[in-house]
């Protein structure tokens, strides 16, 4: 599997094939923590929110929001105490960036946090990572009592008057903790059900106080904005997407990997055919999902000769979104019907059942997609299909029902032929 | 469709908890202290002491979860309620080795159905099954974040990636 940058310098990969990478050491000897050096002995916490502003980052976990906004957000004067935690509880299918920028740089992501705590004022932070990455909770604990060693932790950090802890937590095994306030409520001991907004989390969120959540990547691109300014960090991408991005790559590629390229990258389909590879086999390319299960699905005609451009706005434009940059690449030999079908069952067993569409629309579509599986298609199936997905859509608590439609509106659109030859009678739509 | 209806379950179902509440050694109650020292919350701790209180006695028993809820104050509901809720918390039984192949869309369309069919044909068991000796249970489960590496599987916190059959057949004669 490939790790590394195209198209620019990598910054969140830069170490990450050094020799002993994870260790305080080697991450201090190559520059490491004197991003937290420079904003506690020579910047407010303003000045650390407003480089973050400038750098035009962007949240990684799949909404995309601007994260120096999110960060100014948390009241200043409110007397409870504040706190930073990370989600690292990367479960989109197709995604898998967080767990490399853990395993090869834990160092990197405490530093991202411990900044952020600065800027916020918390003292005490967590690391939400998902169960199944027991191995990366283990590399955290011990690069976090490294770092305790040797005072970049705990009390009076660096010698300054600086005190914050960074402490690990483990989830259980549920996608829907990826959603922030759904993670608040597990974090809390609670099952994990999402929240009303607002309040926001930046307002109420961890024990009802003030409270900012950010996905491993976004975290771990803040030591290199404070490092090289944030005006520098956003003109290696776009105006609006500042930095660069990991994209994780799966599927029928030759070179799968975790990539990391200027917001921006010019295009899709030399990302792909070149950077990646090409199609395993000499097949040809069908269909592209690059964002994580959740985003559209992308027919082959949609990248080839479109120079789809890699950001936020421009897989928009090009028929999808970023999402958590997951791209699944899939050749001719994949029936979309089945591969929607996968991820709709992947979203009824991860609904958290809270609330009504969700919970009874996905477990409806699972029935529907399996009795046309079985070979009972009736003609109005895939319509049907989309009815129940329109029932969801927009009408359930959080976006995990919303992400369990899309995929389907998607593929229904781009890709009737694979949903029509399995209906009697060649279907209706 | 009317059969499944009369036997929908309740999600807590009434279990005889008994009296006896489970005890652990000195080193696992410090382990337990250090996790409860995080938290301004104690209930904060309740998925970090199920798992340690699921490797000490196998899965989440009667005696395990009263003792949950006697150290964190709380309602034997309250521990029902969130062990039910998250899909690597056993509230029955599982094998020595759990082996949870990943059957989501990128490790399916990499060959899982293949590695799935030679692990369940090796141990004579289906997915949800365990074998006979206890030793393994086999569970198809959502994506574990290892799609570069498809097709893939755990045993308990263990990732065994790029799988074949071959690797698969080395994996399970090398576990004690």
Same mark, same amino acid.
């Given at each position: 599997?490939f ?6 310098e ?7 094939h050094?020799?002993n ?5 080697? %991450? ?12 506690l ?7 650390v929110i &407003?480089e ?5 980052l962007?949240?990684?976990?799949g909404?995309?929001?601007p994260t120096?906004?999110?960060w ?5 004067d409110?007397?409870?105490?504040? %706190?930073?935690?990370?989600n690292?509880?990367e ?8 767990? %490399?920028?853990?395993e090869?740089?834990?160092h990197?992501l405490?530093?991202g946090?411990?900044i952020?705590a600065y800027?916020?004022g ?19 604990d011990?690069?976090l ?5 040797? &005072? ?19 989830g @259980?095994?549920? %996608? ?6 759904a993670?608040l409520?597990s974090?809390? $001991?609670?099952?994990?059900h999402p ?6 989390p930046a307002v109420?969120?961890l024990y ?6 950010? &996905?491993?990547?976004?975290l771990?691109a ?5 490092r090289?300014? +944030? !005006?520098?960090?956003?003109?290696? +991408?776009?105006?609006?997407?500042g ?7 799966s599927?029928?590629?030759?070179q ?5 390229l200027?917001?921006?990258y010019d295009?899709?389909e030399?990302?792909?055919m ?18 994580g ?9 949609q990248?080839?000769? #479109?120079d789809?451009?890699m950001?936020?706005? $421009?897989?928009? @434009?090009g028929?999808?979104s970023? $999402? ?6 899939m ?6 019907f ?6 709709t !069952? ?7 059942g809270?609330?009504?569409?969700c919970?009874e +629309?996905?477990?409806w579509?699972?029935?529907v ?6 070979g009972g298609g009736?003609? !109005?199936?895939?319509?049907?299909m989309?009815d129940?997905?329109?029932n969801i859509?927009g009408?359930s ?6 992400? @369990?439609?899309?995929?389907i509106?998607?593929?229904? #659109? ?12 060649n279907g209706q739509? | ?11 807590s179902q ?6 006896e509440?489970a ?9 337990i202290?250090?996790h ?5 919350v104690?209930r904060s701790?309740?998925l970090? /002491?199920?798992?340690?209180?699921? =490797? ?6 009667p ?13 034997i509901?309250?521990?029902w309620?969130?062990a039910?809720f998250y899909?690597?918390l056993?509230t029955?039984? *599982? ?9 989501t /869309?990128?490790?399916?369309i ?8 030679? *692990?369940?044909?090796? /141990? ?7 074998t006979a000796?206890g =030793?393994?249970?086999?569970s ?7 799609c570069g590496?498809a097709?893939?599987l755990q045993?308990?916190?263990?990732y065994?990636?790029n ?9 399970l004669?090398s /576990?004690?």
């Amino acid at each position: 599997m490939f790790i590394g940058a195209i198209g620019c310098e990598p910054l969140q990969l830069a170490r990450v094939h050094l020799e002993n990478s994870h260790t305080l050491e080697v %991450y201090r000897k190559h520059g490491g923590y004197e991003s937290l050096r420079k904003v506690l002995t020579s910047m407010s916490p303003d000045d650390v929110i &407003n480089e973050v502003k400038k750098s035009a980052l962007r949240g990684r976990g799949g909404a995309g929001f601007p994260t120096g906004m999110k960060w100014s957000f948390v009241p200043k004067d409110s007397p409870k105490p504040k %706190y930073v935690v990370c989600n690292a509880d990367e479960s989109e299918p197709g995604t898998f960036k967080d767990r %490399y920028l853990m395993e090869r740089d834990p160092h990197l992501l405490i530093e991202g946090m411990l900044i952020a705590a600065y800027a916020l004022g918390a003292k005490t932070n967590y690391i939400y990572t998902r169960g199944e990455y027991r191995y990366l909770i283990d590399i955290m604990d011990r690069a976090l009592e490294e770092a305790r060693a040797a &005072n970049l932790l705990g009390d009076k950090i660096l010698g300054t008057e600086f005190s914050s802890e960074v402490y690990t937590h483990t989830g @259980a095994g549920a %996608y829907i903790c990826g959603e922030e306030t759904a993670l608040l409520s597990s974090l809390e $001991g609670m099952r994990g059900h999402p929240r009303m907004k607002p309040p926001f989390p930046a307002v109420s969120g961890l024990y009802a106080s003030p409270t900012v959540v950010n &996905n491993v990547e976004t975290l771990t691109a803040v030591p290199d904005i404070i490092r090289m300014g +944030g !005006e520098a960090y956003q003109k290696l +991408g776009t105006e609006k997407s500042g930095g660069t991005k990991l994209w994780s790559v799966s599927g029928h590629v030759k070179q799968p990997g975790v990539y990391e390229l200027p917001m921006g990258y010019d295009d899709m389909e030399k990302f792909i055919m070149v950077d990646c590879g090409g199609i395993l086999g000499g097949k040809q390319l069908k269909a592209v999902i690059p964002g994580g299960s959740s985003v559209y699905i992308m027919r082959a005609d949609q990248i080839i000769g #479109k120079d789809v451009r890699m950001d936020y706005e $421009g897989l928009v @434009a090009g028929g999808s979104s970023v $999402g958590s940059g997951g791209f699944i690449v899939m050749d001719e030999t994949v029936d979309v019907f089945e591969s929607t079908k996968n991820l709709t !069952e992947f979203y009824k067993h991860e609904s958290c059942g809270w609330c009504t569409p969700c919970r009874e +629309g996905t477990d409806w579509l699972v029935k529907v997609f399996r009795r046309v599986a079985d070979g009972g298609g009736r003609p !109005e199936d895939a319509q049907l299909m989309l009815d129940l997905c329109d029932n969801i859509e927009g009408k359930s608590f959080c976006p995990l029902g919303d992400a @369990a439609a899309w995929p389907i509106q998607s593929a229904i #659109k781009r890709f009737p032929e694979d949903f029509k030859k399995r209906l009697a009678g060649n279907g209706q739509l | 469709m009317s059969s499944q209806l009369i036997n929908i379950q309740p999600m807590s179902q009434p279990v005889d908890i008994g009296d006896e509440v489970a005890s652990f050694s000195p080193e696992v109650e410090k382990e337990i202290d250090w996790h409860l020292a995080k938290y301004p919350v104690m209930r904060s701790a309740i998925l970090p /002491l199920m798992f340690i209180v699921q =490797r000490e006695r196998g899965y989440l028993d009667p005696p395990g979860v009263a003792y949950l809820a006697k150290r964190l104050h709380l309602r034997i509901t309250d521990i029902w309620e969130v062990a039910t809720f998250y899909s690597m918390l056993h509230t029955k039984p *599982v094998g020595k080795y759990h082996i949870q192949i990943c059957k989501t /869309l990128s490790c399916k369309i990499m060959g899982e159905p293949g590695i799935t069919e030679h *692990v369940c044909n090796k /141990l004579g068991i289906k997915p949800g099954e365990t074998t006979a000796d206890g =030793r393994f249970t086999v569970s198809l489960v959502e994506c574990l974040g290892s799609c570069g590496t498809a097709p893939m599987l755990q045993i308990g916190f263990d990732y065994h990636e790029n799988l074949t059959a071959a690797k698969v057949d080395q994996i399970l004669g090398s /576990l004690p």
